[in-house]
């Protein structure tokens, strides 16, 4: 019997001077080029909080700091019936790196308004990119110790 398990991933809700730290890249099911922040899967071995970092700057190239978590959220993608437990944490950019390589499918990296955001939400990978912006927002942002690594 096959064992169903949710696909771990995390994302960061990253503002500098009101703008947001979004990724354009190609939907490997739609092949439609679509907008997020910088997320992607947990690897083994790793942390929460750890592979946000990574995946922001495999991305994006910069480096960030992360100051809480957003939400935790299931998602299940409408186009291939998966299942994402998304863990979102609230971070700053710290610096940006010149000669970081990005992930080959990252398009192009972008900094957006929240209205930039919201007049793009068609373009978003999933609900949950407009989602943790509006509750950034809001200021929802529990601490960091909400997540145990045991």
Same mark, same amino acid.
């Given at each position: 019997?096959?064992?169903?398990?949710?696909?771990?991933?995390?994302?960061?809700?990253?503002?500098?001077?009101?703008?947001?730290?979004?990724?354009?890249? @190609?939907?490997?099911?739609? +092949?439609?080029? *679509?907008?997020?922040? %910088?997320?992607?899967? #947990?690897? &083994?071995?790793?942390?929460? $909080?750890?592979?946000?970092?990574?995946?922001?700057?495999?991305?994006?190239?910069?480096?960030?700091?992360?100051?809480?978590?957003?939400?935790?959220?299931?998602?299940?993608?409408?186009?291939?019936?998966?299942?994402?437990? @998304?863990?979102?944490?609230? +971070?700053?950019? *710290?610096?940006?790196? %010149?000669?970081?390589? #990005?992930? &080959?499918?990252?398009?192009? $990296?972008?900094?957006?308004?929240?209205?930039?955001?919201?007049?793009?939400?068609?373009?978003?990978?999933?609900?949950?990119?407009?989602?943790?912006?509006?509750?950034?927002?809001?200021?929802?942002?529990?601490?960091?110790?909400?997540?145990?690594?045991?």
């Amino acid at each position: 019997m096959d064992t169903w398990k949710p696909n771990a991933t995390v994302a960061a809700v990253i503002e500098r001077e009101g703008k947001y730290l979004i990724v354009e890249e @190609r939907d490997k099911t739609s +092949g439609e080029l *679509v907008l997020n922040q %910088p997320a992607g899967h #947990l690897e &083994p071995g790793e942390t929460l $909080v750890a592979a946000a970092y990574r995946e922001a700057m495999e991305e994006t190239g910069w480096e960030i700091g992360i100051t809480g978590v957003i939400s935790v959220a299931l998602f299940t993608a409408p186009g291939n019936g998966t299942t994402y437990l @998304r863990t979102t944490f609230a +971070g700053t950019a *710290v610096r940006q790196v %010149p000669e970081a390589t #990005l992930d &080959p499918d990252i398009l192009a $990296v972008h900094w957006m308004t929240a209205e930039e955001i919201r007049a793009e939400s068609a373009r978003m990978r999933s609900p949950l990119v407009l989602a943790s912006v509006e509750q950034h927002l809001q200021g929802v942002c529990y601490p960091l110790d909400l997540i145990v690594n045991a």
